[in-house]
Structure formats: C-alpha cells, structure tokens
C-alpha cells in the first residue's frame, strides 16, 4: 500500500507522516530527492535553494519531475508494509505515482483552518515559515497560484485536496489526529481486499 500525503503548510503533513511511520510505514519525501540532486550539483542546501530549484525543474522538465526522482528512492525499498511519500506538489506528480502503482495507491491531503495553520507554523519556527500573518498570506497565495485558472482545476496542493481520495481534518489533538489515522487505515485495508 502506498499512502501519498499531501496539504497546506502547517496543516500536519509531517504528523501524518509521524503517525504513519509508527505503523510500520517506510517514508520517502519528495523534498528529499530535489535536495539529493542539488547535493549532487554541488549546490548549496537552504530552505530557499531548495524551493527556487524545485520550481526550475518543474518548469524545465515538467511538473511530475519531481515524482520521476523520488521514484527512484523508492524502487529501493521493500514494501511489505507500506510506504509513505510525503510532500506531493501537483496533480501531474500523483498521475505519475497513480501509473506505477496503480490499485494500491491513495491519496489523503490533511486539511485544516488557515488561522490554525499560521499558529503551528510561528510556532514551529523553522527557518522557511512565516513570521508574520502578512508573509503567510504571501505564501498561501502562491500555493494558490493556478487555482481555477480558465476555469480548470489547480494544478498544485489546491487541486491535489479537490481530487484527494480522504481528507484528513487536523483540528483537534495528536491523540484525535491517531484515532482518526488508524481509522483512515482500516478503511483502506478493508476496501483493498
């Protein structure tokens, strides 16, 4: 089984993945095979080179390139209880993951309010979040960016939550968020037998 996690910053990707792991999981994040290839490069590793090359290859060599490195972390692992990719950016990255692995992968995007959000990001204080509601706004709107365009769905987060298989509400405590998990899971073993 592969559990693909996507969401809004501050939502509770990294949680889920938490969560994910303690149940036997294998996780791979998407963020991990850009900074492999800038390692690679030679360049230098900040929260903003990664961000900046990330969205040079996509629009170089496409929005699902991003899946097409991960991929490759992936075929090294055994997958006997699952894996977790973390970090989806795109519909066209999940179209990628959906080709390779299709009948035994989903989607769940983890969903909670933007006030909510803002508070776990000032209070986690890594070095890329916003320290001010004005700068958060900022990001918000360019993971945004693409939203309804033409008429179209997003391409981006915004479109991987519309398109989700589950959504995870992420409001209350871990303990709820665990519950909530486990649920998540016996539902999705029940449905894939």
């Not at 894996?83 to 009948?103: H, L, N, T």
Request: with cysteine; glycine share 8%.
């Amino acid at each position: 089984m592969i559990i693909c996690v996507t969401g809004l910053p501050g939502s509770g990707k990294s949680t889920v993945a938490k969560l994910l792991r303690k149940r036997g999981f294998q996780q791979v994040e998407m963020r991990d095979a850009v900074i492999g290839r800038m390692k690679q490069k030679g360049m230098k590793i900040t929260p903003d080179t990664v961000k900046k090359y990330a969205i040079s290859v996509r629009k170089k060599y496409g929005k699902n390139i991003v899946a097409k490195y991960t991929m490759q972390n992936i075929v090294k692992m055994h997958r006997s209880k699952g894996i977790a990719i973390i970090g989806i950016r795109s519909i066209q990255e999940m179209e990628f993951f959906r080709k390779r692995f299709e009948g035994s992968i989903y989607m769940v995007a983890v969903v909670a309010p933007v006030k909510l959000r803002y508070e776990r990001l000032v209070e986690r204080g890594w070095p890329n979040d916003p320290h001010s509601f004005a700068k958060f706004e900022e990001r918000e709107k360019q993971e945004m960016i693409g939203y309804a365009k033409n008429g179209k769905k997003s391409e981006g987060v915004i479109g991987l939550i519309d398109t989700a298989d589950y959504l995870v509400c992420n409001t209350e405590t871990f303990m709820k968020l665990s519950k909530d998990m486990n649920r998540l899971l016996a539902k999705i073993r029940a449905i894939k037998k």
